[in-house]
């Protein structure tokens, strides 16, 4: 029983192309995530949602849109793919929030390729 | 501002050693730590985690950690490393950001074991 689950696995895509990525989580949490890990390894918050209300934005290029369907979906829909686009994109889940102790669950992570 | 440090970038242990990885973080309140572990290929694993009471917290696959607010430190230990505890270790804040949660992670410590 995956807790956090992220499809495709991989992606590889052509500059300019519109993709998406699917997560689900099935921990009832209430708040959902999208982080972004570069080719250093180095991980940042792009979005947060909470009962699907989007509350974290963090300066993130508006061809990046997240859809809540639900509070047990997050998805990330990029328009115009670039080359800097590249990287392993994590979903991630947690009950009410980090800030109050509470641990997020992480997806295995999308590896987009942009060619 | 939040933030987090890892000063190692790349540790190497022979396996049986001890090992100790460093973790400081700059937070104007009482700090929610975390350690994650993150397998080659893998999404993130939550290691161990402190948000109060006391500061010598225990976490899976015998990993420690100590909570020094005095220095803004919160070092993971493991007394003895095994060969499978080679991986991406990332040491994280629970942070808000304009009144809510996220997580700021440390750039992380790649640890390598010799056998």
């Known amino acids: 029983d995956t807790a956090v689950s992220q499809t495709p696995k991989y992606l590889v895509t052509q500059m300019g192309n519109d993709k998406s990525i699917k997560c689900e989580q099935n921990l009832g949490h209430d708040t959902m995530y999208w982080y972004k890990q570069d080719s250093k390894k180095f991980l940042k918050i792009m979005f947060s949602?909470?009962?699907?209300?989007?509350?974290i934005n963090e300066t993130v290029p508006n061809r990046f849109s997240p859809k809540s369907p639900d509070k047990a979906h997050l998805n990330l829909h990029i328009n115009s793919l670039e080359l800097g686009d590249s990287a392993v994109y994590f979903c991630?889940?947690?009950?009410?929030?980090?800030?109050?102790?509470?641990?997020?669950?992480f997806g295995q992570g999308t590896r987009l390729t942009v060619v | 501002a939040q933030s987090v440090t890892q000063p190692d970038i790349h540790i190497t242990v022979s396996e049986g050693a001890s090992l100790e990885l460093r973790c400081n973080y700059s937070y104007g309140a009482t700090p929610y730590l975390f350690w994650y572990v993150q397998s080659p290929g893998q999404g993130l694993q939550l290691l161990l985690k402190y948000f109060s009471g006391d500061t010598l917290v225990q976490g899976i696959k015998g990993f420690e950690a100590e909570f020094k607010r005095s220095q803004s430190s919160f070092n993971l230990r493991k007394p003895s490393v095994h060969w499978s505890d080679a991986a991406e270790y990332f040491c994280a804040v629970g942070g808000f950001s304009g009144g809510y949660n996220k997580l700021i992670f440390g750039a992380g410590t790649r640890l390598a074991v010799h056998p």
């Open positions: 949602y909470n009962n699907k209300e989007l509350i």
């Open positions: 991630a889940s947690s009950t009410i929030g980090t800030g109050t102790g509470h641990e997020a669950f």
